[in-house]
């Protein structure tokens, strides 16, 4: 996870498509000094940097998608159009290193259960990337609502998810400054609880793989008195 952190924060991925014009990688120096790879660029750095640790790692070539995939019987280059590390052993680890916001070893779905090429002589056959199980794939979000004496009622509302929803989510609000993801939560908060407007507001950091991904935010509602008679607005 160190490694990939490192990787992206001085490579950023650029676009790229194994099919239409790459059949190996860029030279690893000048990738390094672009400070820009493709998919496959930023995979054979990863695969080279773990060699030299000792770890035994391959490249792995694929096709994205959620359908239609390449026939493993009669694979071509030009249907590849992606490409991972791989970790061999008894189950495989497969690793996207061209995408910040997936936590290692996991794959985002349209790479799972995907035919993948390995570049290695001692496997000549396609081999399957594993499918994360449903429990993996999770949503959740926690209302907590709070009735003072007197005052502002609060409501705080807590989000947080793992797997194919995280990277999501992650990617999503990393494309948004925060202060703009605030009004964004202002309005829903008005929306949603007729709040008089957002409290605290806390995410985490969307490019932090290493903290689990939750967001905070609270509403604050009228205010209110408690008497004898009920309540008084």
């Known amino acids: 996870q160190r490694l990939l952190l490192r990787l992206h924060e001085r490579v950023e991925t650029e676009p790229g498509q194994v099919g239409e014009r790459w059949l190996g990688p860029a030279r690893l120096s000048e990738v390094i000094e672009r400070r820009e790879g493709t998919a496959e660029d930023k995979a054979a750095l990863v695969v080279v ?5 000792g770890v035994p790692a391959e490249l792995a070539l694929l096709r994205r998608g959620l359908g239609e995939d390449i026939n493993p019987e009669l694979p071509g280059v030009e249907g590849f159009d992606h490409a991972l590390v791989v970790l061999p052993g008894v189950v495989p680890k497969y690793v996207d290193a061209s995408d910040r916001f997936i936590p290692y070893q996991s794959l985002p779905s349209n790479l799972q259960g995907r035919w993948a090429l390995w ?13 994360a199980d449903s429990d993996r794939n999770n949503y959740s979000e926690v209302r907590e609502v709070f009735f003072p004496r007197s005052g502002n009622v609060r409501v705080v509302e807590r989000s947080s998810a793992t797997g194919t929803l995280e990277h999501r989510l992650r990617r999503q609000f990393s494309r948004t400054r925060r202060s703009g993801l605030q009004r964004r939560f202002e309005r829903y908060e008005r929306n949603s609880y007729k709040a008089e407007g957002l409290g605290r507001f806390d995410m985490s950091v969307a490019r932090d793989m290493g903290q689990p991904f939750t967001l905070t935010a609270e509403a604050l509602e009228r205010t209110i008195v408690l008497n004898g008679d009920g309540l008084d607005v």
């Open 49 to 53: 940097m773990l060699r030299s640790l």
């Open 119 to 131: 570049t290695s002589a001692t496997q000549a056959e396609l081999q399957q990337t594993p499918v």
